[in-house]
């Protein structure tokens, strides 16, 4: 008896690691059916303002080992930091 191999469809989320880790275990070119071309941006990223610190360099390497240690980059890290305390520093 043959089986039915069931297709299976595009994921309908906008989580990023749902999407990541569903394009992890499949191919594109099994989905050439289900894509269609857009002519104008679908993502576009918000615009913040940037800042620049400067480190020494045993600082920046600490830096390095945590990020890396929770699987993140530098500037997620110094990101979510800064937030913490800008929250907590924030009248009530």
Do not use: C, Y
């Amino acid at each position: 008896m043959e089986k039915t191999i069931r297709r299976q469809s595009l994921p309908d989320t906008d989580s990023v690691e749902e999407l990541a880790g569903f394009w992890d275990h499949n191919d594109l070119t099994d989905f050439e059916h289900d894509l269609e071309e857009v002519r104008e941006p679908v993502f576009v990223r918000a615009k913040g303002a940037s800042v620049s610190i400067e480190l020494r360099p045993a600082e920046a390497q600490q830096l390095k080992k945590i990020a890396r240690s929770r699987g993140v980059r530098e500037t997620t890290i110094l990101r979510r930091w800064i937030l913490e305390r800008l929250q907590e520093s924030s009248p009530r």
